[in-house]
């Protein structure tokens, strides 16, 4: 009887047969812990959170005297200030900003008298160029989520976040047994008839830039003991084994036999030209692939169906490199002298791929571990306004942009909760979260730049959360308002609270130091419109203008002790062991416009939100009440 092969299945078939099988019966990646400084390339087991602020203490950003800024309020070109020199302190950036200090002023801005006194002709502004505590990073902040290739730049970020060692998958160990009387190791010098061992080489290449590790093992002659023996040994070994070649209908082809005495053959025959003999089949819950001998059918059955497993065991995919055309969501200045590369995050809105500028400074190393892309802005240019159209060099495929989830709007910790549950229940789906303030997500929907924005604006006619606003901005509507989560608002203050704060009254004690949000974020608004109320005027407050843009570089502040007080929520005061003065229950909501409504981005989203797991994690960071996560307060 002439050699039928077992089956003769349709590729995509196939494949997610194979794949589920597999899945259904364990297949998957174990965990392992490495040092950061030899992470790079591996990808992540589940989220890392920053252990410290980086920077750690407040540090110069410039050559220059560090002051207290008090004592040159009212200097101008003809009322000078002067200083003496116990009164100002020389510093070189990266110097610790002494204690009771807290503006630098630029060396070049010093005029110095021959008495040791030096003049001022501009005040300075309290902390002014003075890079932050957790500008870069925040202690508690997620720097990666899960299953997440670690990227140099992501090394920078969890040395500076003060990670010293990180979770990761272990790579797979694929075992590679060549098969074959005829078949001889690789020489100058072959006989004839010999055929030249070369596919474990060729397969070794593609498993290395799959981040797999190859092991090639001794060639073994058509014997079916042999075989067995030999895959017995890399089975023990290995997580996958390739047998290659006899799959196909030659006379001593003994793998199919084989395999099945170990396991069980799922597929023999695959509908496709070259790679009809391969073999698809487990062994204690490993795959092992039957590989054609001829190299071009060998390297399409690798790519066809191991390809995917390693896929599906790091849940992830590579980045590919390409350019594309995007819609610039913001204004970017830049000087004329210099040919500038600034790092943007992308996601596709409205048949439109938006590219919103990252942090631009030479110390916010996480900005280039964030970014999707990179702009050039030639030398020449001053820059490009928003709504421009510019070519950014991917990072990332092209089709990863229309299978990101934008977000641009209010900060609020839940976001890279939902960024990584997103990712981790399809490794396709990723998120962007741009941190812009209510009004300024409320602007971005307007703008068609977001599927959803993060608001909580306080009206204060009625106590009503959002709802006015979004009738104000979107007379015609077009838009949903999703129910998120309410949350504790109020003043995080300092452990053991020794100021002694017990209200907003208290923010204007001439010892007391306050850190702000920006303007147009929701926070903002409502220590703005609690002032008004108690007719507190916030000049009096010491360090009102000193803007943050999140709630955790707020704590961060106050626990590193260059602040006593600052408005924000309570998760962000938890992190920080900060003391807690509520103010409010406030209504964090997502704005959704009807555009976005049907993708399955924002399907997949409304799905995170009512799950349990959702729920969980809120719980874990404390401060959220959640009653009806999910589903639309009012449809507009």
């Not at 400074?361 to 996480?366: K, R």
């Not at 942009?401 to 977000?407: D, G, M, Y």
Request: net charge negative; proline share 6%; glycine share 10%.
């Amino acid at each position: 009887m002439a050699f039928q092969y077992l089956t003769n299945v349709p590729l995509d078939e196939a494949r997610e047969a194979y794949k589920e099988a597999l899945l259904t019966e364990g297949f998957g990646a174990g965990t392992e812990t490495v040092p950061v400084t030899g992470s790079c390339g591996r990808i992540t087991s589940e989220p890392v959170y920053a252990a410290i602020c980086a920077p750690h203490y407040p540090a110069s950003a410039m050559d220059g005297i560090a002051l207290k800024a008090g004592l040159t309020f009212g200097a101008g070109e003809t009322t000078p200030a002067t200083l003496t020199s116990d009164q100002f302190i020389v510093v070189d950036t990266g110097d610790p900003v002494p204690e009771g200090c807290d503006a630098v002023v630029m060396i070049e801005d010093v005029i110095r008298q021959e008495d040791g006194t030096v003049r001022l002709y501009a005040p300075a502004a309290p902390w002014q160029h003075i890079r932050q505590i957790g500008e870069d990073i925040c202690a508690g902040e997620m720097i990666l989520p899960s299953y997440t290739e670690i990227s140099p730049a992501a090394i920078g970020s969890m040395i500076a976040g003060g990670v010293t060692e990180v979770s990761v998958l272990e790579k797979p160990v694929v075992g590679i047994i060549p098969t074959g009387d005829e078949i001889v190791p690789p020489t100058p010098d072959p006989a004839p008839g010999d055929i030249l061992e070369f596919n474990s080489s060729i397969f070794s290449g593609m498993l290395d830039g799959w981040k797999a590790v190859p092991r090639t093992y001794p060639i073994v002659k058509d014997n079916k003991e042999a075989i067995r023996e030999a895959l017995q040994n890399a089975l023990a070994e290995c997580d996958i084994v390739l047998l290659n070649a006899g799959s196909s209908a030659g006379r001593e082809d003994y793998s199919t036999e084989v395999i099945a005495s170990l396991g069980t053959v799922l597929f023999h025959g695959i509908a496709i030209k070259p790679g009809k003999p391969a073999i698809l089949a487990a062994c204690s819950r490993k795959p092992v692939i039957g590989v054609p001998g001829y190299p071009v059918s060998g390297i399409i059955v690798l790519e066809q169906f191991l390809k995917p497993l390693i896929d599906c065991w790091y849940h992830t995919a590579p980045a590919p490199q390409e350019t594309c055309t995007a819609v610039l969501s913001k204004n970017v200045v830049s000087g004329l002298k210099y040919r500038e590369y600034v790092r943007v995050r992308m996601g596709e809105v409205g048949g439109k791929i938006m590219a919103s500028p990252l942090g631009r400074g030479s110390g916010v190393v996480s900005s280039f571990m964030k970014a999707d892309g990179i702009m050039e802005i030639p030398q020449g240019v001053e820059g490009y306004e928003a709504g421009s159209e510019i070519t950014v060099r991917l990072l990332k495929k092209r089709e990863e942009l229309s299978r990101t989830l934008v977000a641009i709007g209010s900060h609020d910790p839940l976001l890279d909760e939902i960024s990584d549950l997103l990712h981790a229940s399809d490794p396709s789906l990723h998120m962007s979260s741009t941190h812009v303030g209510s009004m300024g997500g409320i602007m971005a929907v307007k703008r068609g730049e977001t599927h959803i924005a993060g608001v909580h604006l306080l009206n204060e006619s009625d106590g009503v959360y959002n709802t006015a606003y979004i009738k104000r901005y979107f007379p015609k509507g077009g838009v949903r308002l999703v129910e998120c989560v309410g949350r504790k608002q109020g003043l995080m203050l300092q452990a053991g609270n020794p100021k002694n704060i017990k209200g907003i009254g208290d923010l204007t004690q001439p010892d007391v130091r306050y850190v702000n949000r920006q303007k147009g974020s929701g926070t903002r608004i409502l220590i703005d419109y609690l002032c008004k109320k108690e007719g507190i005027e916030t000049g009096r407050i010491y360090g009102y203008d000193r803007e943050e843009f999140t709630h955790t570089s707020v704590a961060a502040q106050i626990a590193s002790g260059t602040a006593d007080a600052g408005m924000g929520i309570f998760s962000a005061a938890k992190l920080y062991d900060l003391d807690f003065l509520p103010v409010c229950m406030e209504q964090y909501d997502l704005l959704i416009p009807d555009e976005a409504w049907d993708t399955d981005l924002v399907k997949k989203l409304l799905e995170i939100l009512k799950s349990d797991v959702f729920r969980k994690r809120l719980e874990a960071l404390g401060g959220y009440e959640l009653n009806h996560p999910g589903e639309v307060r009012e449809h507009f």
